[in-house]
């Protein structure tokens, strides 16, 4: 069973970077067939893809997020990150990361979730 | 504002039927198979239908999906109190939307 797992500061100071990682068990992330993705929710609100990375290292950003969003991978640890710059209170948000089919909207396992607060 | 188009809300008393919408176009739904994703509150969405129509794993067969040309639909059928959740569409996008978008969602109320 692939279990996904959000670690990172739940406090983020405006202007700063917001850095996450997620650690997956249970199977590879160097698997081909799927891409590792980001997701955000602000709350209240809907669901956000931010971005994915497969474990090539090869990425796709939602294009509304480009220019701060940077996803990166190592495939020995097992793990993806997300790091998003200049953040502002909007960037407020619980943020999942997600097993991805490739070239699907198909997200079949999802991390718990981390709640990351931009506040100074 | 979402690319693809739900209602914000629906509602149905226990043992009843009652569908989503989600609406898009030619370039998302039009071309691409749909997902649709359960929010119980507090918890992480989970894949509920895959490509369009396919149950996943450990589904109850109360739940059923289906698209016809840009737009497809969730049907709950049997509705019961743990079906209260919301319920999210989204699919893959070819055009400068994508690749991937959610649909604004859904929040359903077992009456």
């Known amino acids: 069973q692939v279990q996904l797992q959000e670690s990172g500061p739940g406090l983020v100071k405006p202007s700063q970077t917001l850095s996450l990682t997620c650690t997956v068990s249970?199977?590879?992330?160097?698997?081909?067939?799927?891409?590792w993705s980001w997701i955000r929710q602000h709350p209240g609100k809907g669901l956000e893809w931010i971005g994915y990375?497969?474990?090539?290292?090869?990425?796709y950003y939602n294009s509304s997020l480009k220019s701060r969003v940077t996803i990166s991978v190592d495939t020995s640890k097992n793990q993806f990150s997300l790091k998003l710059s200049s953040v502002s209170a909007a960037d407020t948000a619980v943020y999942y990361c997600?097993?991805?089919?490739?070239?699907?909207?198909?997200?079949?396992?999802w991390g718990q979730g981390t709640l990351v607060t931009v506040s100074s | 504002q979402s690319v693809l188009t739900q209602p914000p809300s629906a509602s149905g008393t226990p043992g009843q039927r009652v569908t989503i919408s989600c609406s898009g176009s030619?370039?998302?739904?039009?071309?691409?198979?749909v997902n649709w994703y359960q929010q119980l509150p507090g918890t992480a969405p989970k894949l509920l239908i895959y490509?369009?129509?396919q149950r996943s794993s450990g589904v109850p067969d109360r739940f059923s999906g289906s698209k016809s040309g840009t737009s497809a639909s969730l049907a709950i059928s049997g509705l019961q109190s743990e079906d209260e959740a919301d319920y999210y569409c989204?699919?893959?996008?070819?055009?400068?939307?994508?690749?991937?978008?959610f649909g604004g969602g859904t929040k359903l109320t077992v009456l």
């Open positions: 997600a097993r991805q089919h490739r070239g699907t909207s198909a997200f079949d396992y």
């Open positions: 249970g199977g590879s992330i160097s698997s081909a067939g799927y891409y």
């Open positions: 990375i497969y474990y090539s290292g090869s990425t």
């Open positions: 030619s370039p998302n739904i039009g071309s691409n198979s």
């Open positions: 490509s369009s129509n």
């Open positions: 989204a699919v893959w996008d070819d055009s400068l939307n994508g690749p991937v978008v």
